[in-house]
């Protein structure tokens, strides 16, 4: 759920030096950009002063450059930097890493801004109120409480008590159509309009009606925004989604424009452009971003993309084209861009959208049949070998391998594993003898191969030389045991030993003897899984998570997909070893209880029952996350969490320091490094506010990036980070010295979000991110300190 808010030109350059990118210096207190209200136009403004619209749309600048948008009806003051919503709607945008503009809402609430592009959307209704986080982070302080809301959050609130998270806000009524869709080409125009130029977010409703849309073509936006913001509807209307993208192509047709190529003057495609910038303020983007993932998990299955409902198969394609085109494809996971891509390169080759995962499938499951039955490999005529690798290495990448038929998965699995582990030569199947010289014994599990490898391990124990083995051969022994490795089956072996295994398998492969490898392998214990396991192609399960788990706990989180957060009044249900197998967040259990699904969990580990982490990653999540899909994730990939029971007791004064007691690996969000390693100590100052400080080396890529707050641990009081009384605590857009996988230009951030946990503060948990500004692959991870 990203966004940003974007700033579009208006025709008379009226906003060309109020660009939040270029403002160099403070402008007056109050002083009015814009406004095509008659009783505004013109006026200079006072500081503090009153200004309440009647319709049209008005821009004011504080004296920090933020700016404040009023659409239609409103009312706010404006006083040096600060912002007070008396009535309707504003959004209020500032420049990256600025903080200092305060939003004053009913009942002395306060919203500030933060983070990269901020920009938040603000609806009072007398007491009342809601809002979006459009981009960046906006922190709401209400009736003693602090919430912070990431990009694309919603939440609502109410005088004299705190704010909570929603799914989404209504959407706004949309007013009558003026003309029809099959009329004359019109410019758009009414306040609707002129917000969309001026860069504010509009309801989608109100925008095909500024436009000249016709009554079906509105109710058709309004039925797809009501399925949008209600988690109770399954799918989205197909019809009316027809609906509106048959209307887009009408507006380029009488524009003259292409569809789906950009901003062209009417308001559809202003979206589809605004969407593909990251833009949250239209149901829209919700709605085509939940119908693309729709149709990529329906090829994923295997099936025909002419059985899918949710829209129109030509403008699916499409709209797949334009997200290729402007780059937006890499906001899918990765296995969702890669079956894009491949879907749009076999397209465009001239394939039928009905043939596309049959031509995959098909081969491969016809190799697999022909290997199993004792085939030579060089002798099957359905692909070259380099076909067959490439089809192997994409059906693992794009999670199709669901759709492999049952009885060739064991296989499937192994040689997907035996690829990715570098394997070049002819592949033998786990237990089946060599292809093309007796008949194969068929599937085989993975406990099969485990066996197999003990028996090797045994033979090495009473003294077997290591190349005189005759149970398996030489190169499938290399294969072996790189999948015990990967599947954990060398319990407790410190990770140095399990590199010093690499390396010598890397060296096997070179020389073709055990000579280096025998003595490690001889002081090993393989521990043989009860159950098959799979290396590769989760699945989300179909048995939910059971257990009474402990409840009232603090959370945090960081990761790829779905960035970083923290909750408070948590149910946490762990496995062994501290490994958190759910969460449910209790404040709104519907839509937040994530589950560990097919994942492992890396790293995982807990002190005393207090504080505990894992990472989950190598699988597929199950449970639910505000309507999000399950996410598919590598080795190499994760969602972090920390979690452990509120401090309680707190120090009156004084300073303590934390040494780091567990983390997981940081890793990289495109999984394009292996996980890191992190180190580094906390430090806490005691008062009436605590204060946390940090001193953080995140080391993955070649790169270390130092994470501290101001004053570090040796002066923590001079930190940026404050507990909040439900002793969460969190920071935005830390200062970090760029270079390194993920911030190769000239600046770089961290974000981080925490508790205090256990009586006395006995330890705190944090989650982090790094990235660049702006956007790109970010390094996340979590860690656990004790005094």
């Not at 906006?138 to 990009?151: E, F, K, L, N, P």
């Not at 729709?294 to 099936?303: C, V």
């Not at 759709?403 to 592949?427: C, E, M």
């Not at 990289?668 to 906390?682: F, H, K, V």
């Amino acid at each position: 759920m990203t966004s940003t808010t974007f700033f579009a030109r208006l025709s008379l350059g009226l906003l060309a030096s109020a660009s939040i990118a270029g403002l160099a210096t403070p402008a007056m207190a109050g002083k009015l950009l814009f406004s095509d209200d008659p009783a505004l136009a013109g006026a200079t403004l006072a500081a503090g002063q009153e200004v309440r619209t009647s319709g049209g749309t008005t821009q004011i600048m504080t004296d920090n450059g933020s700016i404040v948008s009023l659409v239609g009806g409103g009312a706010v003051r404006v006083d040096g930097d600060d912002v007070t919503v008396l009535a309707g709607s504003v959004t209020v945008a500032t420049r990256s890493g600025d903080s200092t503009t305060s939003v004053r809402l009913p009942g002395g609430a306060t919203a500030r801004l933060s983070g990269v592009s901020p920009s938040g959307s603000f609806t009072v209704t007398g007491d009342g109120f809601t809002g979006h986080a459009l981009g960046g982070n906006v922190s709401i302080q209400a009736d003693g409480q602090t919430r912070v809301y990431t990009r694309g959050s919603a939440w609502q609130g109410q005088a004299g008590s705190g704010t909570s998270r929603i799914f989404a806000n209504r959407a706004d009524p949309a007013p009558a159509a003026s003309r029809t869709a099959g009329s004359d080409a019109i410019e758009p125009a009414g306040d609707t309009a002129r917000a969309a130029a001026a860069g504010v977010p509009v309801n989608l409703g109100e925008a095909l009606a500024a436009v000249g849309a016709s009554g079906d073509v509105v109710q058709a936006a309004r039925n797809v925004e009501a399925s949008a913001t209600n988690p109770a509807v399954p799918a989205f209307p197909a019809d009316d989604v027809a609906t509106l993208v048959d209307f887009a192509a009408q507006l380029q047709s009488a524009y003259g424009g292409q569809l789906f190529a950009g901003a062209e003057p009417g308001i559809i495609q202003t979206y589809l452009a605004y969407l593909a910038n990251g833009g949250a303020g239209d149901q829209f983007k919700a709605t085509y971003a939940a119908l693309i993932n729709q149709y990529i998990d329906l090829l994923r299955t295997g099936a025909s993309p002419a059985s899918f409902t949710g829209a129109n198969q030509a403008a699916v394609n499409s709209y797949l084209a334009y997200l290729s085109s402007t780059g937006a494809l890499q906001g899918l996971s990765a296995q969702n861009r890669a079956l894009a891509d491949a879907y749009l390169d076999f397209l465009s080759s001239g394939g039928a959208a009905t043939d596309f995962t049959r031509s995959y499938l098909d081969v491969v499951n016809a190799y697999i049949d022909f290997i199993k039955g004792g085939g030579a490999p060089a002798n099957f005529t359905g692909a070259t070998q380099d076909v067959i690798n490439a089809y192997f290495a994409f059906l693992q990448s794009s999670g199709l391998v669901d759709a492999i038929a049952q009885a060739n998965r064991s296989v499937f699995d192994a040689y997907a594993q035996y690829l990715a582990n570098g394997g070049t030569g002819v592949f033998v199947p786990p237990g089946g003898s060599n292809p093309g010289t007796g008949p194969g014994t068929g599937p085989v599990v993975l406990p099969d191969y485990a066996a197999a490898l003990q028996a090797y391990i045994t033979f090495l124990k009473g003294g077997g030389n290591p190349n005189g083995f005759s149970g398996i051969t030489v190169d499938l022994i290399r294969q072996y045991i790189n999948l015990a490795i990967d599947n954990g089956l060398f319990a407790g072996v410190p990770a140095p030993t399990i590199q010093l295994i690499r390396d010598a398998l890397n060296l096997l492969a070179t020389t073709g003897t055990f000579d280096a490898i025998a003595p490690l392998l001889a002081n090993l214990t393989l521990v043989l899984p009860t159950i098959p396991t799979t290396p590769t192609g989760p699945t989300t399960p179909t048995t939910p998570v059971t257990g009474d788990g402990t409840t009232g706990q603090m959370i945090a989180y960081a990761g790829d997909v779905i960035g970083i957060d923290s909750r408070d009044k948590t149910t946490v249900t762990t496995g062994d070893g501290g490994k958190l197998l759910k969460y449910v967040w209790t404040t709104n259990p519907d839509g937040e209880s994530p589950e560990i699904g097919t994942n492992n969990g890396f790293e995982s580990g807990s002190v005393a029952g207090v504080i505990g982490w894992t990472r989950w990653a190598g699988g597929s999540t199950a449970g639910k996350y505000f309507g999000n899909p399950p996410v598919s994730r590598s080795d190499k990939q994760g969602l972090h969490l920390v979690y452990g029971a509120p401090a309680t007791n707190l120090p009156t004064s004084g300073t303590a320091t934390y040494a780091l007691v567990g983390a997981t690996k940081p890793t990289i969000s495109d999984g394009s490094r292996d996980p890191g390693t992190l180190s580094g100590s906390a430090a806490v100052a005691f008062g009436t506010t605590p204060k946390v400080g940090l001193d953080l080396d995140v080391a993955i890529g070649g790169f270390v990036y130092q994470v501290n707050t101001s004053g570090g641990i040796t002066d923590p009081a001079q930190s940026q980070i404050s507990v909040q009384p439900d002793m969460s605590f969190f920071a935005n857009s830390l200062n970090v010295a760029p270079g390194g996988p993920v911030c190769p230009a000239s600046s770089c951030q961290a974000d981080i979000r925490g508790f205090l946990a256990g009586p006395g503060a006995s330890h705190l948990g944090i989650s982090y991110s790094v990235n660049a500004p702006g956007g790109g692959p970010t390094v996340t991870g979590a860690a656990a300190f004790g005094k």
